[in-house]
T-cell receptor, first 113, second 113 residues
Framework: SQTIHQWPATLVQPVGSPLSLECTVE??????LYWYRQAAGRGLQLLFY??????ISSEVPQNLSASRPQDRQFILSSKKLLLSDSGFYLC????????????FGQGTRLTVV | GDSVTQMEGPVTLSEEAFLTINCTYT??????LFWYVQYPGEGLQLLLK?????DKGSNKGFEATYRKETTSFHLEKGSVQVSDSAVYFC????????????FGKGTKLSVKP
């Protein structure tokens, strides 16, 4: 069966420090991968999605970047964190087949201080 | 563009009460529709889905019917339990897209004993 791992679960980082969140998927090949952010009182905002190795699409301009160095690995990064980067970050995967849902990791709670 | 609107919360109910969380959508095509649930501190889990008009998704006593004529996918449960306390998200997935899910802002449900 397929599983998705996301870490760390919680992170407290000072303003201006770098960020690296990692997500890996097991049990499937060539998944579509997504990074979402959930800010307090707001819904889920799609940040990046990837349909293959090295292919990244950004949905919103921001202080973050994403990379996909391997088929089942998706990394969210920042060179210098801002206070506004605080939030709950969720990685997800799906297959590109109609009617299928996305499967989510457990999330990372990032607090920038 | 496509969008999802769901009723704002929080919603507070007593145990065994009837639950309705409204969800309407705007889409150019014929999307698949989903309800996800997020328990405190966790990622999102798929609760149910429907892929075409008049389909009814159901799981754990929850139901939602895909109504194309009213562009709605309201979530219902006849008798809620304390363990149903969570945030509920309505979402759609466009056909032929990269699999991106578009979410509503979420509705927080609290069930009191």
């Amino acid at each position: 069966s397929q599983t998705i791992h996301q870490w760390p679960a919680t992170l407290v980082q000072p303003v201006g420090s770098p960020l690296s969140l990692e997500c890996t998927v097991e049990g499937t090949s060539n998944p579509n991968l997504y990074w979402y952010r959930q800010a307090a009182g707001r819904g889920l905002q799609l940040l990046f999605y990837s349909v293959g190795i090295g292919q990244i699409s950004s949905e919103v301009p921001q202080n973050l970047s994403a990379s996909r160095p391997q088929d089942r690995q998706f990394i969210l990064s920042s060179k210098k964190l801002l206070l506004s980067d605080s939030g709950f970050y969720l990685c997800a995967w799906s297959v590109l087949r109609e009617n299928t849902e996305a499967f989510f990791g457990q999330g990372t709670r990032l607090t920038v201080v | 563009g496509d969008s999802v609107t769901q009723m704002e919360g929080p919603v507070t109910l007593s145990e065994e009460a009837f639950l309705t969380i409204n969800c309407t959508y705007t889409a150019t095509g014929y999307p698949s529709l989903f309800w996800y649930v997020q328990y405190p501190g966790e990622g999102l889990q798929l609760l149910l889905k429907a892929t075409k008009a008049d389909d009814k998704g159901s799981n754990k006593g929850f139901e939602a019917t895909y109504r194309k004529e009213t562009t709605s996918f309201h979530l219902e449960k006849g008798s809620v339990q304390v363990s149903d306390s969570a945030v509920y998200f309505c979402a759609l997935r466009e056909r032929g897209s990269q699999g991106n899910l578009i979410f509503g802002k979420g509705t927080k449900l609290s069930v009191k004993p």
